[in-house]
Nanobody, 120 residues
Framework: VQLQAFGGGLVQAGGSLRLSCAAS????????VGWHRQHPGKQRELVAT???????HYLDSVKDRFTISRDIAKNTVYLQMNSLKPEDTAVYFC???????????????WGQGTQVTVSS
C-alpha cells in the first residue's frame, strides 16, 4: 500500500484547507484510513478516521470543524478543515492501520507528511 498526501499550506485563522490522501496498491482489504498530526516536539495524535463502512471518528478539538470523507472510485480520503486555528498548525499524515488479508497481516502504512500552517 502506498499513500500520497497533499493539500497542506499556509492559511489565516478562520480559513479552510482540504487535505487529500491517495492510496494505491493492495487496498481492497483496508479497514480504515486516518489522519494524524504532529506538532513540533510532540507525539503524533489521531485527528480523524473513516472506516470501510464509512463510520467516522474525530478528535474532540476538531469536531464540528473537520470532516473526513472518501471517494472510493478515486481511492482517496479527504480531510476538510474549516475554521482553522493556529493550534491546528502541524504536519499532517495519512495512515492505514494494520489489516488482515489472505492469511497475512499488512501495515501499518504512513503517507509523507504535509505541513499545515495557520497564522493568527
Amino acid at each position: 500500500v502506498q499513500l500520497q498526501a497533499f493539500g497542506g499550506g499556509l492559511v489565516q485563522a478562520g480559513g479552510s484547507l482540504r487535505l487529500s490522501c491517495a492510496a494505491s496498491g493492495n487496498i481492497r482489504s483496508i479497514n480504515a484510513v486516518g489522519w494524524h498530526r504532529q506538532h513540533p516536539g510532540k507525539q503524533r495524535e489521531l485527528v480523524a478516521t473513516i472506516t470501510s463502512q464509512g463510520v467516522t471518528h474525530y478528535l474532540d478539538s476538531v469536531k464540528d470543524r473537520f470532516t473526513i470523507s472518501r471517494d472510493i472510485a478515486k481511492n482517496t480520503v479527504y480531510l476538510q478543515m474549516n475554521s482553522l486555528k493556529p493550534e491546528d498548525t502541524a504536519v499532517y499524515f495519512c495512515h492505514v492501520p494494520v489489516f488482515y488479508y489472505s492469511g497475512s497481516y499488512y501495515g501499518p502504512y504512513w503517507g509523507q507528511g504535509t505541513q499545515v500552517t495557520v497564522s493568527s
